[in-house]
């Protein structure tokens, strides 16, 4: 009903004109939603004693096997294991009084952090392109 | 008093100037409480742009133009945004949006009604808009929201284009030609 009264106000020149700028929409949005989402990829970040950092793209965390990755700090050999887009500390050194890190599991998403006090390792996955918080205006 | 007829003309002129930019301020801040940026960060309905639309056909491009920006200035002034990226953002919206409206509406005049004008109109409206953005913060990421704004340019625009014509339409009828 709506349409038919609109038709009414639209000329041939009018309906180009928004068909093509819907199209070119559309067109933009699935443009970015491949463009943009290859620039969001996740990355295991790892943080030694030393401040060495290691990246890890998260997408290549799949496969049969899972990663480990031995880490060393002041109070031994941290062991990381990443598999299947997810990480956690899968075996802390004997020498670490709670053992947080172990306890804290697995976790697949930027926002939570594994730290090893002890042993002075920090790990969290941030997306590779985190500049763009947000806007208003 | 007698006043002559070209005197008569151009007090009205001023006086229905000064009411289209006093709508158009009225309006920027009914659509402001209309929340929008829930659906994509930066949309707007649009409504102010009602009145340089209508400044545009009824009197011409230099009318249009110093509605716009009066309203944008005096805007500005009234929020106290004044220089700030608020105002950059609205004014270069509105600049090309305004010069993308006057194009169609000269070279193409016989070709676009009002409704195809103003939804050029709005869409360059969010592509001024953006790219001043894209100055301030410095950051691509932000054309990731373009399509999304274009396309809401659309609905809206045609809605400011209805408005626009059913307006335009009864000035210039009967009674009230006299602009």
Same mark, same amino acid.
């Given at each position: 009903? $709506?349409?038919?009264?609109?038709?009414?106000?639209?000329?041939?020149?009018?309906?180009?004109? &928004? &068909?093509?700028?819907?199209?070119?929409? &559309?067109?933009?949005?699935?443009?970015?939603?491949?463009?943009?989402?290859?620039?969001?990829?996740?990355?295991? &970040?790892?943080?030694?004693?030393?401040?060495?950092?290691?990246?890890?793209?998260?997408?290549?965390?799949?496969?049969?096997?899972?990663?480990?990755?031995? $880490?060393?700090?002041?109070?031994?050999?941290?062991? $990381?294991?990443?598999?299947?887009?997810? $990480?956690?500390?899968?075996?802390?050194?004997?020498?670490?009084?709670?053992?947080?890190?172990?306890?804290?599991?697995?976790?697949?998403?930027?926002?939570?952090?594994?730290?090893?006090?002890?042993?002075?390792?920090?790990?969290?996955?941030?997306?590779?392109?985190?500049?763009?918080?947000?806007?208003?205006? | 008093?007698? /006043?002559?007829?070209?005197?008569?003309?151009?007090?009205?002129?001023?006086?229905?100037? =000064?009411?289209?930019?006093?709508?158009?301020?009225? /309006?920027?801040?009914?659509? !402001?409480?209309?929340?929008?940026?829930?659906?994509?960060?930066?949309?707007?309905?649009?409504?102010?742009?009602?009145?340089?639309?209508?400044? /545009?056909? %009824?009197?011409?491009?230099?009318?249009?133009?110093?509605?716009?920006?009066?309203?944008?200035?005096?805007?500005?002034?009234?929020?106290?945004?004044?220089?700030?990226?608020?105002?950059?953002?609205?004014?270069?919206?509105?600049?090309?949006?305004?010069? =993308?409206?006057?194009?169609?509406?000269?070279?193409?005049?016989?070709?676009?009604?009002?409704?195809?004008?103003?939804?050029?109109?709005?869409?360059?409206?969010?592509?001024?808009?953006?790219?001043?953005?894209?100055?301030?913060?410095?950051?691509?990421?932000?054309?990731?929201? %373009?399509?999304?704004?274009?396309?809401?340019?659309?609905?809206?625009?045609?809605?400011?284009?209805?408005?626009?014509?059913?307006?335009?339409?009864? /000035?210039? !009828?009967? !009674?009230?030609?006299?602009?």
């Amino acid at each position: 009903m $709506v349409m038919e009264k609109l038709d009414k106000y639209l000329n041939r020149y009018d309906k180009f004109l &928004i &068909i093509s700028i819907l199209l070119l929409g &559309i067109l933009g949005v699935l443009f970015s939603a491949v463009f943009f989402k290859e620039r969001a990829e996740m990355v295991i &970040i790892i943080r030694d004693a030393g401040g060495k950092v290691k990246r890890i793209p998260l997408r290549n965390t799949y496969g049969e096997e899972p990663f480990l990755i031995p $880490v060393d700090g002041p109070i031994g050999i941290s062991i $990381v294991e990443a598999y299947n887009g997810r $990480v956690r500390m899968k075996k802390a050194p004997e020498r670490d009084p709670e053992m947080v890190c172990e306890k804290t599991g697995w976790i697949d998403q930027p926002g939570p952090m594994i730290i090893c006090v002890p042993n002075q390792i920090a790990i969290w996955i941030e997306k590779k392109d985190a500049e763009l918080d947000g806007i208003s205006w | 008093m007698i /006043l002559d007829g070209y005197l008569m003309k151009s007090i009205q002129r001023m006086i229905i100037i =000064a009411l289209l930019v006093s709508i158009g301020l009225i /309006l920027h801040f009914v659509e !402001s409480m209309i929340p929008m940026s829930f659906i994509v960060p930066g949309a707007r309905l649009g409504l102010a742009n009602i009145v340089s639309l209508l400044a /545009l056909v %009824l009197y011409g491009f230099k009318e249009g133009l110093l509605v716009l920006l009066l309203r944008v200035l005096l805007g500005s002034f009234l929020a106290g945004t004044f220089m700030t990226i608020n105002f950059y953002l609205s004014i270069s919206g509105g600049l090309l949006s305004f010069f =993308a409206m006057s194009l169609l509406y000269y070279c193409f005049k016989k070709k676009f009604s009002l409704i195809g004008v103003s939804v050029f109109g709005s869409t360059f409206h969010n592509i001024g808009q953006l790219i001043t953005a894209y100055w301030i913060i410095n950051n691509p990421g932000i054309f990731y929201y %373009l399509p999304y704004l274009v396309l809401m340019a659309v609905p809206t625009g045609i809605g400011v284009g209805l408005v626009t014509y059913f307006t335009s339409r009864y /000035l210039l !009828s009967g !009674s009230y030609r006299r602009f």
